[in-house]
């Protein structure tokens, strides 16, 4: 017995969500086996465990597909960027030196021009699509590629959150028109939103950063924005409008319906492995992991429970129960294992994340049921054995639908209004969230905030969406005074 | 037309397979869209397009579905190991450090302790499987990841063959007992040898590696070998069993049944693009491309020929034809361009590989009938309308087959004998492939040929499959005359 106790306490999470969320989320990490911290010398690297990692797979399934039904094609581009490469577009060179890694040396040899380690690839895709790009038959041209980069940021890691290499995709588009390129911008931005919220059940905001904080080069930079239950905003994917400006840095031409060469208009579209930590954040509790039936390693584990004398008839009834379920086609594991005992193994499978428990004794037996255990709030009830794949699917969308509506709780209660600096550093400061205040669009107004409580502007709504794009209102921007121009969103983020 | 001829013309392969296949290879890379080389200062880097991507992500399908059925689960290690873990395995830093790309500053500062870029993982994983494996209720411990490494080979580029970055996968595994590690390196081995044979049509020899050859710090590498049409060998991929010599350097223990600590063994094993060099030369011809409909992306196109007054008719019954194959499961393509005509469609379909063609003319529409061309050799044939779907099944299945066998008749009449070193250097020199000669054991013997026409010994059978092992023979060692302890297959190599 003093076995199993010393494992219960190895698998408890000792941290609370509520009031100690940095270390509690570093802790549902450690415990659910999701990541390690790298080797001593390669502070702010993780190493991705398959628990996490499978997370990932199956998100990349739910965007990759989406991404090919719409005209995309997966790529590969080299590692390394030449100097010379990034320094073609100065806003690449200025966003991105500070963070760059740098390859210089090769086997014994110093090279003769510095190899970036990609921090993104505009600049080597962009002029290979200059190449393959001659006529305006040949756009839209789209391709993507799933792969890490790294940018040295000197901030503390947090593991999906903040680390110096990460897994991402990178989408790369031509297209002969603005209005064109505008429209995959939002498509994918749509995508995104879409993973979020019908694929991990996090609820969303979207628009577009404000203008001093655009991505390197871009015109437009749109977001998703998920609020996290300790009121900080998460960047969750970016989806960008670059105008002209990587066309005529890489010369990206095309002869046109009347033969004239014209700039080709390219866009750009990241999401990354942040994804995986808006997902565990938002749904995790103090028992462990949480995770939606949609991207869980394991939708169900049933465990059977028995004595001596009950054992055969109990472990063949559930087994009968694994094997209805895997021919469903539902992600189902049966624990049978002999060495553990049935509290120990809820401890573990709370801990892991799954989403469903069928939990089956001499008595479900008996009476030929199983009893059911939501995993988000441990909700019990008792479903007939007769068609029990279909209640298992049923139960499974009761999850996705309970843990959607908490996260959409809280984001409809974390965004709140403010008309002036207190109001905003107030309610920040007392509820974290988000701010919705009237901005003359000045950095300086955002920039007085920021020094303050180090909240910024993670959003501004597209202009339908925003009732201050009409000239025709007397609102004064929060800060200045000045006329507001724009609706700006204020919150911390990660 | 003269656009067209002027578009043919680009369409076409001006090299020999036969008489120049290195250039021939070349051409067919780039002019089928495959890959283009990367900017100047980065020499030996390729960018990988998405036709080439596509064929690299089927394979991963069809080998990941394996290693999934086998227990080996996916994760992701960072892309750098600090200079001090790579040394810790003595082989290792011996073999790889003149290939290793050096990271030595991020943004402005000079880093403490260098990086590597991964040239394998073995130096970064195996510390995390000693901390993980703790008794041998944790042991099998499979981890595979999909990944590029770098190799900075000062020798001649060649697209998926020879390049400084490449795609591939590395699995890394620990177990109990050496020959549990030796039954996992031989699993993986089967995988590779199925990928080959059941998915790239190419029929693959596999033995080990000679004990000078071996993998650093590994007791064994095994190796399939595939038979390219020049007469040269390509190490199609490599399964390692690694002994104790990673668990000793890492620390790799468990405690055993009767709690006693206990070195684990270990295993890797890699499988790179060099798998699509081996398919795209191995079957492809003057033409282009050509690619067995496992994992070509379009399986089938249908081209309609129509003129005026027959279009309608046949457009529509084209669209039935492959509509029905759509909903069968078919990967295929409607050509229905109006710029372009039938012979410039069939030319391009040739150079992109599709493996059959169906050709649809107000003929076939009449007799109720489709016109079947099969890539590889052009057989046409004609198949009815009614049970469509089944039948173009039957093509791609015919298809495959010719494929095989051509590649197979290649394999088992490049396996030549000789007993004399003359005999080894003429035969290779007069026809390239295999010789199979009766051999001491030692490097030496080896050195000798490959000092005379650049051949090496590729493979030894293993045991079972050897007659020479049997003490009990008088064969001499073709070299030296010494008593001879192994076959060894002789060839020069990619
Ligand atoms: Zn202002
Ligand atoms: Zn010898």
Redesign the interface.
Known sequence: MSDTDDAEQELGVTKSKEYETGEWYAEVVRKAGLA?Y?????SG??????RA??L??RMQGFLDAKFKETGV????????I?E??LEREKDIVEGF????????????DEL????A?RPTSES?IT??IA?WVRSHRDLPLR?NQW??V?R?EATETKPFFRTK?F?WQEGHTAHATHEDAWEETMLRLDQYESTYEDFLAVPVLRGRKPDHDKFPGADTTTTVEALMPDGKSVQGGTSHHLGTSFAEAFGITYSDEAEEETLAHTTSWGLSWRALGALIMTHSDDQGLVLPPTVAPEQVVVVPIWQEDTRDEVLEYAEGVAEELREAGVRVELDDRDTRNPGFKFNEHELHGVPVRFEIGPHEVEDREVTVVHRPDGEQSTVAREGIADAAQVHLDEVFAKLYAAAEENLEGGVRDADDRAGILGTIGQHGGYVRAPWCGEEACEGEIKEQIAAEIVMVPFEDEDDLVDADHDETCAICGEAAERTAYFAKSY
């Open positions: 390690n790298a080797p001593e010398g390669m690297f993780i190493v991705t465990r398959p990692y499978e990932w797979e094609r997966n790529a590969y581009f080299p590692m390394f030449p010379s490469y030196d500070p963070e760059v890694a740098w390859v210089t040396h090769a086997g014994h003769e021009e510095r190899l380690v080597i002029p290979y190449r391709v792969c890490s790294v040295w290499e897994l």
